[in-house]
């Protein structure tokens, strides 16, 4: 049997965790909201310049042509692999796992963008991840396999439930 302190302590925790829930919220949808400032955000880097200087540091072309180019190519695969990332985090259905592959591919071509040694970028990213993706859609094909067998028996078990839910709503009580 429950005492009066262990009920007001479990009441006490589910508010803790509804606050929680609406922080998160609120600062998720802060950030998706903040997402297209942060995609143009390339903008405010000098066009014609190999070097930046900022408050938090020098920011060197790496490779490109300008910093600005540098800045939109970063800003670029860092806005998709925050979004995917979160797509992924929140993700509650089966098939999550799916984003996983372009997320793969996008942070594969972030470092690619970072990393000032690559000459060409985007271009053998597929073939790095391809390790990370291959495990990945085998499991979803599983899966949607097994899913697939078990949709004949959903299927009628929906049916007995629906004309149960019928014969209960038709019968005057």
Request: no cysteine.
């Amino acid at each position: 049997m429950m005492t009066n302190k262990s009920i007001k302590n479990n009441t006490k925790f589910r508010q803790t965790d509804k606050k929680r829930s609406i922080i998160i919220g609120v600062l998720l949808s802060i950030l998706l909201t903040a997402t297209p400032f942060l995609f143009y955000i390339y903008q405010f880097a000098p066009a014609d310049s190999k070097e930046w200087e900022t408050s938090f540091g020098t920011i060197r072309a790496n490779g490109f042509n300008s910093v600005q180019s540098f800045m939109h190519a970063v800003f670029t695969k860092a806005t998709f692999v925050l979004l995917l990332g979160i797509w992924f985090l929140t993700a509650r259905n089966w098939w999550k796992y799916a984003i996983l592959i372009p997320l793969t591919m996008f942070l594969f071509q972030f470092v690619g963008v970072l990393n000032v040694e690559l000459a060409y970028i985007d271009e053998y990213d597929f073939w790095y991840s391809l390790p990370i993706i291959t495990p990945i859609i085998l499991f979803l094909i599983f899966i949607s396999i097994r899913l697939s067998s078990k949709q004949d028996i959903s299927a009628s078990l929906k049916r007995e439930v629906d004309d149960e839910i019928q014969k209960m709503l038709s019968d005057d009580l």
